[in-house]
């Protein structure tokens, strides 16, 4: 029995992209955020050099699973089993 062929692009050969992050001022108004290259000394984004502002990049991604956050008094409080009938 001979394997199944896959295409090439099921295969991930390539590294990953680096992650890009938007600028805190481009997060803030939702527009596109061309940051330089990453070989680049000057980290301002194509928008904040337009406008003449400091760009700054938030140091770490938003993306992904978040952890929960669990406040402590809902655990003392009990949980009804049943739906409450008036």
């Known amino acids: ?3 199944i062929p ?3 692009s ?3 050969d ?8 938007a600028c805190f001022f481009c997060r803030k108004r939702k527009i596109a955020c061309q940051s330089p290259p990453a070989s680049s000394l000057d980290r301002t984004c194509n928008q904040c050099a337009k406008r003449k502002l400091k760009c700054v990049y938030p140091a770490t991604s938003r993306r992904g699973i978040r952890p929960r956050v669990y406040d402590l008094q809902d655990d003392r409080l009990p949980r009804p089993s049943a739906p409450l009938s008036l």
């Not at 390539?14 to 992050?21: A, V």
């Open 14 to 21: 390539n590294p990953k992209k680096p992650l890009t992050l």
């Open 6 to 8: 896959r295409p090439s």
């Open 10 to 12: 099921l295969i991930e």
């Open 1 to 3: 029995m001979q394997p």
